[in-house]
């Protein structure tokens, strides 16, 4: 329950409280008063005493199980409706009712939603008992457009990850009937290598070419044609970060607690609760949904906050670390890395800025159909 108290020297009232094991979370001051949550076990067993200490406590907002059954005491048909609805809730939270797609480009989610449907993942069945990577491991059987799939559970819902594989585009396939045009540069780089299938190299080796230069052109006799082959390029890809090495941290500490809470709309019961810390927490929630009905279980986990001051050593070290990791998302799947540079620019006693680099060979070309004109 949270409890506003007015009155002379409340601090040191609650601390002398605790010092006899009771119990307040979230104490904090606002204006000439003090607000601070606390069990409805100590609030009974305290109220009178606050009163003759010459204090006010006014109860602002009523939560958990004990004020729950007083509630539902004096409505018996909302007690029935509860246990109703909670009884519902627990059931359709271990059934799946919806399945999502994601990563699909070109496979019609339907189609990837009847495969799954076949493996046992479909709206209506029952969640325990599915194995995920199970369904994930078939799928790229059944479907083999697909190259990488997951299966993850949330709640009610069912998501399905895929990654498709990736086919060439029928305007490079090397066939008589396809379009004619070139080979150009995908991004700025210096040509390593080549090989021409077909059409006229427009490149040497060791030349730097700018994005959309002709490398292959689609040229055979005077005749247009597909350019075909490949271009390896060297490649460069830099970032630039600024580190602080004043961090906010924070420590678990002891045990998390758990709590349970049913919500309808804008109203939270708190159903039970346990070991919840005193003072800062981070929340983990889980919400299973069923209507206008919300079940959520949540661990609670205590922290303490500090600032963390990072030697020079271990600072220069991580911002390295950081900024070599930032450069290297920017890579593309595939491409070798042939050097890294990681250089510390400015450095000064709350930050430091880094540059890196890293130099990649990869294939540079791209096709590039020819206008047809008018």
């Known amino acids: 329950m949270d409890v506003r108290a007015a009155g002379p020297d409340v601090l040191a009232w609650l601390e002398a409280r605790a010092r006899e094991g009771y119990r307040f979370r979230q104490i904090r001051r606002q204006g000439d008063t003090w607000r601070f949550t606390m069990g409805a076990k100590d609030w009974l067993q305290l109220r009178e005493r606050a009163a003759s200490d010459g204090l006010l406590l006014r109860v602002e907002r009523y939560q958990g199980s004990y004020f729950l059954f007083l509630k539902l005491k004096r409505h018996p048909g909302w007690l029935g409706g509860a246990i109703l609805g909670l009884l519902l809730l627990l059931m359709a939270s271990s059934f799946i009712w919806a399945v999502d797609v994601k990563g699909a480009e070109t496979i019609p989610p339907d189609r990837i939603r009847k495969e799954a449907a076949r493996l046992g993942v479909r709206p209506g069945a029952l969640r325990y008992g599915l194995s995920g990577d199970r369904v994930a491991s078939l799928l790229p059987a059944l479907i083999p457009e697909i190259h990488w799939a997951e299966v993850i559970f949330r709640g009610v819902r069912a998501e399905i990850r895929v990654v498709e594989e990736k086919k060439i585009p029928q305007d490079l396939m090397p066939e008589g009937r396809s379009r004619p045009g070139d080979l150009v540069a995908a991004r700025d780089g210096l040509v390593h290598s080549f090989l021409v299938l077909q059409g006229e190299a427009q490149v040497q080796v ?145 930050a430091l800025g880094v540059w890196a680099q890293v130099t990649v060979l990869e294939d540079i070309a791209r096709f590039s159909p020819e206008d047809d004109g008018p």
């Open 206 to 350: 060791g030349q730097p070419v700018a994005e959309g230069m002709v490398l292959i052109r689609g040229r055979a006799g005077g005749e247009p044609v597909q350019a075909r082959g490949w271009v390896k390029g060297l490649v460069w890809y830099d970032t630039y970060i600024e580190v602080q090495t004043r961090r906010p941290l924070e420590t678990p500490v002891g045990a998390p607690g758990r709590r349970w809470i049913l919500q309808a709309g804008r109203h939270r019961w708190v159903l039970y609760q346990r070991n919840l810390p005193p003072g800062p927490w981070k929340v983990q929630a889980e919400e299973v949904g069923l209507g206008p009905l919300r079940w959520i279980r949540e661990e609670v986990q205590g922290v303490r906050r500090q600032v963390q001051i990072l030697p020079p050593e271990k600072a220069r070290a991580w911002a390295k670390e950081e900024a070599l990791a930032r450069v290297l998302e920017k890579v593309p799947l595939g491409a070798a890395i042939v050097d890294k540079t990681v250089r510390i620019l400015w450095e000064t006693r709350d």
